[in-house]
């Protein structure tokens, strides 16, 4: 390839994906019918694309809590360097004592899964690796699990009523958690995540379909864009099969013909089915994209399930185990009830029937240490 030549044909890929994005018709602020349910037309075009971009949901002023918060107690208290035991200011770092899969690195610019045997092999093909600044550090935290842990201000956005509507919309009102994560992408540094679908358990299961391995919602502080978010194509949620190395061949490249970026703006939040083949390219651009994940199953698709994948060690997945998970939902319930009394809490109907009520308070904290080692992963 010619110098110069892939940045142009970058340049012409990410405007073209943009332009289909915008043609789909799947984006809008969350809306609900008299019934109080999520509007049929919204979940339609979820079903249909495989992934919604919800407009607005974050006002600006949770926005300049979330920003705070996440620059205080978890970019400043990130470690110096991998191994180290300390921040920047000498302080103990997050996640370096935590025996959960908690922080991942990477190069700058660098695709760290793709073409390997990590997360089950089901990144297959390595992604274009832009080559970084002189003066850009050794390596880069791009991931972080167990997020809720180190960030109030994520919990609460775990507690939002609209999309906890969402969630019981999508998945049924007997919902239960996945796992939660913070996807950093600075500027120039942040690392690509190859194409790739999630999900390790069901794919010959006789009632698998279309919703058998859930969705995330990513919340987006900053935003994102075609240089520096997420892409997806459109319907392959609904593939039972798909040969990602085979697709990468036939386009010549790791650009995906049919893929479209999701793009946000400040306080938007997309759901996106774990089962699209989606990835991101290395954030060359001069934009931060800080994502909050927040993901969710079918109760029916996780009980009595061995379980599999990154986020925890495979279990078979109980009542016991479900419950015990799924009380961070109750904990981000109320969490966001005493930042925002105004609010309407949204009620979690198995919390609910089974007479549960969970406080969020000094007693609750000392309990999130590794809370995701009890991850719902399949």
Not at 66 to 72: C, N, V
Request: overall charge negative; proline content about 7%; some cysteine.
């Amino acid at each position: 390839m010619e110098p110069g030549s892939h940045e142009q044909a970058m340049r012409d890929y990410l405007r073209e994906g943009e332009a289909r994005a915008m043609s789909l018709g799947n984006r809008g602020p969350i809306r609900l019918d008299a019934d109080g349910r999520v509007h049929p037309d919204i979940l339609d075009a979820y079903r249909r694309c495989g992934f919604y971009v919800f407009e607005g949901v974050l006002p600006k002023h949770e926005l300049a809590d979330i920003e705070r918060d996440i620059r205080e107690n978890v970019l400043d208290r990130l470690p110096v360097h991998r191994g180290a035991r300390v921040d920047a200011r000498g302080r103990p770092a997050i996640g370096v004592d935590n025996e959960a899969p908690t922080l991942f690195w990477s190069k700058p610019l660098a695709d760290p899964f793709g073409g390997t045997a990590l997360a089950n092999g089901r990144h297959p093909v390595r992604m274009h690796e832009p080559k970084a600044a002189a003066d850009a550090p050794e390596e880069i935290v791009y991931l972080i699990l167990g997020s809720l842990q180190f960030s109030e201000a994520h919990l609460r956005v775990y507690g939002h009523p609209g999309l906890l509507a969402v969630a019981a919309a999508v998945n049924g009102e007997d919902f239960v958690p996945f796992n939660e994560a913070l996807f950093i992408k600075a500027p120039g540094l942040g690392a690509s995540v190859a194409w790739h679908r999630d999900g390790v358990t069901h794919w010959d299961a006789p009632d698998w379909d279309e919703g058998t391995h859930g969705f995330n919602f990513m919340a987006q502080l900053y935003g994102c864009t075609p240089a520096n978010g997420v892409w997806v194509v459109p319907g392959s949620h609904k593939l039972r099969r798909v040969d990602i190395k085979a697709m990468c061949a036939a386009a010549g490249s790791d650009r995906l013909p049919d893929a479209v970026p999701i793009v946000c703006a400040p306080g938007d939040v997309a759901i996106t089915n774990r089962q699209a083949v989606h990835g991101s390219f290395a954030n060359t651009s001069a934009d931060w994209r800080i994502t909050l994940n927040l993901g969710f199953h079918r109760r029916r698709s996780v009980l009595g399930v061995a379980g599999g994948g990154l986020h925890a060690a495979p279990a078979v997945f109980d009542e016991a185990r479900i419950r015990e998970r799924a009380r961070v939902i109750g904990y981000g319930i109320d969490a966001r009830r005493q930042r925002y009394p105004d609010e309407t809490p949204f009620v979690y109907r198995p919390h609910a029937d089974a007479g549960l009520s969970y406080r969020w308070d000094d007693a609750a904290r000392a309990t999130m240490k590794d809370y995701n080692r009890l991850d719902l992963s399949i």
